[in-house]
């Protein structure tokens, strides 16, 4: 640790001749050059006029909208070239369009051999009935976990940019929340009492059934995110953060990116090289199947469901 | 089915024309909304239904959310009528800061 120096240490420094040279707070000029002193002003009238009509010519000339022929023809002119170029545009594209091959017909380049692959022998491989899903988390999982990376980033700078400290939370409380709604809104408070356990129980629904149904982590996490807010608008803060505090959310958030590093590479090392992998890939179409896929799915499910509830809460008040 | 979808995807156009021609920005974000919402159900008619579950929760739902926050930050939300409580709230306000 570095010991803070005094004051009068403090002056004596480069830094701080530097820093006051800067800010201007000290002429380094004065009493070091030889200066000569400032003329007294005194005002020619014949140059006064002079500006005086440049000055008034200038506005006529250049500023003043209505009189100005040049910027009214420039304005116009402006318009129509945006409009022109807008529309030659949308045709370029629109032609260009026209030449693609034909939504789901067999020649398209799309169609190639690491779909058939994916089609074929993807329910073999990854052991889930949901393709999509089988894809997302086991061929490409490196590329779901940069996704998950780029979220967790997301999260960290907005808090960087929105975050409040806690004293100052406390103190500006009142007059945050709820400044222009009335509090304790029956009928949101009614409707939010009979939609969010469906919502929690749709959202864990849709995570533990990725590889069965259509859904997976992403869509089910933002669900749950979703059912977090309004639970958050409609009973305030205070009840969130009985069981959603800036402590559950570093544990849940960080537990969940280790995790899927941990699982991802696990899946990735034992494959690469050979190594026996010694994930049962069990039945398709149980929910508990298809190897890695469940857990992934949990990990990004808590990532996205948490990010959401984050944004919208370091939006709102600044805080967790 | 061919004519839904064709009157959805005019929809979509006209809500992506109304949203850069609208002047308050509030009609802007609930046409914002309500594309996202036609979005989805172009998702669900193009066969791929965890898309459709997705944009509904993301687009409709949580960026809208962000929006209307961010507003209320930026106090873009214009009354049309004072009310006496939001007059006081602000008074409030004022005197707090």
């Known amino acids: 640790m570095s010991r803070r120096k005094t004051d009068a240490e403090y002056s004596k420094t480069f830094a701080f001749k530097f820093f006051r040279w800067l800010s201007g707070t000290k002429d380094p000029y004065v009493n070091t050059v030889e200066m000569t002193p400032q003329k007294e002003y005194k005002p020619d009238k014949e140059r006064m006029k002079w500006l005086e009509f440049e000055e008034k010519e200038a506005k006529e000339k250049v500023y003043d909208l209505d009189n100005n022929r040049v910027i009214k023809s420039y304005e116009k002119m402006y318009h129509a070239v945006a409009v022109i170029f807008c529309v030659a545009l949308a045709l370029l594209l629109l032609y260009t369009v ?11 380049p799309t169609n190639n051999e690491v779909a058939e692959r994916y089609i074929e022998q993807g329910m073999e491989e990854t052991g889930a009935v949901n393709v999509v899903t089988g894809m997302i988390l086991t061929y490409r999982a490196f590329d ?24 100052v939370l406390e103190s500006t409380e009142i007059f945050n929340e709820r400044r222009y709604e009335p509090k ?27 590889q069965i149904s259509p859904g997976g982590g992403f869509s089910g996490g933002s669900i749950m995110g979703a059912g977090l807010i309004l639970y958050a608008t409609a009973f305030s803060f205070k009840n969130t953060e009985r069981f959603f505090n800036e402590k559950v959310y570093k544990v849940a958030k960080i537990t969940a990116l280790i995790m899927y590093g941990l699982i991802g590479s696990y899946f990735y090392i034992t494959g690469a090289n050979g190594i026996a992998n010694h994930i049962p890939l069990g039945i398709p179409g149980h929910i508990l199947s298809a190897g890695i896929i469940l857990p992934i799915d949990i990990c990004v499910g808590i990532e996205v469901a948490c990010t959401m509830y984050a944004f919208y809460a370091l939006f709102r008040r600044g805080g967790l | 089915m061919n004519v839904v979808i064709i009157l959805l995807l005019i929809f979509l156009v006209l809500c992506a024309i109304g949203v850069s021609f609208s002047h308050n920005l509030l009609n802007s974000i609930l046409i914002f909304m309500s594309y996202s919402l036609i979005m989805s159900i172009v998702w669900v008619c193009l066969e791929s239904p965890d898309l459709a579950i997705t944009e509904a929760a993301v687009g409709a739902g949580v960026t809208s959310i962000l929006f209307f926050v961010t507003l209320k930050k930026i106090r873009g939300i214009k009354l049309e009528k004072e009310t006496e409580d939001s ?10 800061e």
Do not use: H
């Open chain 1, 98 to 108: 026209s030449y693609l091959p034909r939504y789901g017909s067999e020649d398209r």
């Open chain 1, 144 to 167: 779901t976990f940069g996704e998950t990376n780029v979220l967790f980033i997301a999260t960290c700078c907005v808090m960087i940019m929105l975050m409040l400290e806690e004293s």
């Open chain 1, 184 to 210: 304790n809104d029956r009928i949101l408070q009614g409707a939010a009492y009979v939609l969010c356990p469906v919502i929690f129980i749709f959202g864990i629904y849709v995570i533990l059934n990725g």
């Open chain 2, 87 to 96: 007059r006081i709230v602000e008074q409030e306000v004022a005197d707090f």
